[in-house]
C-alpha cells in the first residue's frame, strides 16, 4: 500500500527556534495538507497546497508557518520561532484529487516538542 | 460544514458487528459523510465515505438514512486491532481535506 513518510517522528527544540518537518507525499499525488493535533485534542486542518501554492489555510496558520514544495517530491512545513503552544502531532497528507476521495493518506506524524 | 454528533465511546465484543452511529441533521444536498479513525495517535486512516447511497468496502459498510440526517459505520467482524477513534465528517466534496475533526468516537474493542 502507498504511504505518506514524515520525518523526523519526533523533534525537540527549544523556544524560539525554527523548525522544518519533512513529508514524501505519495508521487502522483497532486494535493497537499498539513494538519496538526495538541495533545488530547482534534486534528486541526492548518494548510492545503496545490500547484506549488497554498490553496487554503487556516486560522491556525500565521505568518509563523510556511510550506514548501522544494524538489517535486518532498512537502515541507516550516515554524520559524517555535512557541511553547506549537507543541503537538503534526500529519502531513496528499490525495490525488481536490478533496479527499479515497485516496487521501496520512503520514504517522511528526510530534514536536518546544521546550 | 455540517455539524455532526457522535457517542464519545462505544464497546464492542471482538467477532461481533460494531455499529457507530453519527448524527448529522443539518447536512446540505451536496456534502459527504466521510468516516476516519485514528489508531494510539497515528495519522487518520480512511475508512469509508458516501453521498446518498450505502457504500461497501473491504474495511466497513456505511448506511446512510434516506433523509440523510444519520448514518451508521458497520466494522462486520471487530479485531482488537480495531480499538480506535473513529470520526464522522460531513463536508462538501471540494472541501474534504480542510476540515477539522470533531471528538469522534472511541470504539474498544474486548476480548
Known amino acids: 500500500e502507498p504511504e505518506v513518510t514524515q520525518t523526523p517522528s519526533h523533534q525537540v527544540t527549544q523556544m524560539g527556534q525554527e523548525v522544518i518537518l519533512r513529508c514524501v507525499p505519495i508521487?502522483?499525488?497532486?494535493?497537499f495538507y498539513w494538519y496538526r493535533q495538541i495533545l488530547g485534542q482534534k486534528v486541526e486542518f492548518l494548510v492545503s497546497?496545490?500547484?506549488?501554492?497554498?490553496?487554503?489555510k487556516s486560522e491556525i496558520f500565521d505568518d509563523q508557518f510556511s510550506v514548501e514544495r522544494p524538489d517535486g517530491s518532498n512537502f515541507t512545513l516550516k515554524i520559524r520561532s517555535t512557541k511553547l503552544e506549537d507543541s503537538a502531532m503534526y500529519f502531513c497528507?496528499?490525495?490525488?484529487?481536490?478533496?479527499?476521495?479515497?485516496?487521501?493518506?496520512f503520514g504517522q506524524g511528526t510530534r514536536l516538542t518546544v521546550v | 460544514d455540517a455539524k455532526t454528533t457522535q457517542p464519545p465511546s462505544m464497546d464492542c465484543a471482538e467477532g461481533r458487528a460494531a455499529n457507530l452511529p453519527c448524527n448529522h441533521s443539518?447536512?446540505?444536498?451536496?456534502?459527504?459523510v466521510y468516516w476516519y479513525r485514528q489508531i494510539h495517535s497515528q495519522g487518520p486512516q480512511y475508512i469509508i465515505h458516501?453521498?446518498?447511497n450505502n457504500e461497501t468496502n473491504e474495511m466497513a459498510s456505511l448506511i446512510i438514512t434516506e433523509d440523510r440526517k444519520s448514518s451508521t459505520l458497520i466494522l462486520p467482524h471487530a479485531t482488537l486491532r480495531d480499538t480506535a477513534v473513529y470520526y464522522c465528517i460531513v463536508i462538501l466534496g471540494t472541501n474534504a481535506g480542510k476540515s477539522t475533526f470533531g471528538d469522534g468516537t472511541t470504539l474498544t474493542v474486548k476480548p
Open positions: 497528507a496528499s490525495s490525488p484529487t481536490l478533496g479527499w476521495g479515497a485516496e487521501a493518506f
Open positions: 508521487s502522483n499525488h497532486l494535493y
Open positions: 458516501g453521498l446518498k
Open positions: 443539518t447536512i446540505s444536498g451536496n456534502e459527504y
Open positions: 497546497f496545490y500547484n506549488n501554492e497554498i490553496s487554503e
